[in-house]
């Protein structure tokens, strides 16, 4: 898995969109602008969100105008803003950690995977449902939580929390609506998780194997405790 990623890396690399999350972070503030008046809101579902029906019938356009969906539903402009430059802050320090070409798979990988998957469901269903990245964009705050296990985040401006706790909060979240979610809402889980997965099991991306670190750390509390027995 690694070797054919850093093969499609060398060929591919120089193709990778730098600084991906300044501009993804921009492609939202305009969705969110959008969003908060009722006539933005109509102009997206019926002209820019990924539907399959209309995908397939020729508005090929909506499969890039879908990421315009903000990962922020705050009425308050200043608490959106607050909110899109925390994203920001995560998301470009994990492009940083990740690299550019690392980064754009992640990102443009999962809105595919959910995009393919809208269409397949439709295709068996024959329901249109739309697919919205809405689990994609909160799997950049996975990313980080697993990159840095036991950095402190402050959750509501106030208490620290450490963002390990957080993955495993999001994963509790993310697990529950996947069982008992529309099957669009399962198809969007599983977009954003598999990227997830290709990073931080088989790949060493910018936080490393997390299987190795798992082994590694209980290897350490392993000598640790030996350490100590030895002593009583």
Not at 86 to 108: D, K, T
Not at 167 to 188: D, P
Request: glycine share 6%; net charge positive; charged share 10%.
């Amino acid at each position: 898995m690694r070797d054919l990623f850093y093969r499609l890396k060398y060929r591919f690399g120089r193709y990778a969109i730098q600084n991906l999350s300044l501009y993804v972070t921009m492609i939202f503030s305009l969705g969110y602008l959008l969003m908060i008046s009722p006539v933005g809101a109509y102009v997206y579902s019926a002209w820019l969100a990924f539907y399959p029906y209309e995908v397939l019938h020729g508005q090929i356009w909506r499969i890039v105008t879908a990421i315009l969906f903000p990962p922020i539903t705050s009425s308050s402009i200043i608490w959106a803003a607050i909110s899109l430059l925390i994203y920001y802050n995560f998301s470009s320090l994990v492009e940083r950690m990740m690299g550019a070409f690392e980064f754009n798979v992640y990102f443009f990988s999962s809105i595919i995977i959910g995009e393919l998957g809208a269409i397949i469901s439709y295709l068996i269903t024959g329901l249109n449902f739309p697919y919205l990245p809405i689990y994609t964009h909160f799997a950049i705050i996975m990313a980080f939580s697993i990159m840095f296990p036991d950095a402190s985040v402050l959750l509501m401006f106030v208490i620290p929390i450490k963002a390990k706790w957080i993955a495993i909060a999001e994963a509790v979240i993310y697990l529950y609506n996947f069982l008992t979610g529309s099957i669009i809402t399962k198809i969007s889980i599983a977009a954003a998780f598999i990227p997830v997965v290709i990073f931080f099991i088989f790949h060493y991306g910018g936080g490393g194997n997390i299987i190795s670190n798992l082994r590694f750390r209980m290897r350490q509390k392993k000598r640790q405790k030996e350490w100590r027995d030895q002593w009583r």
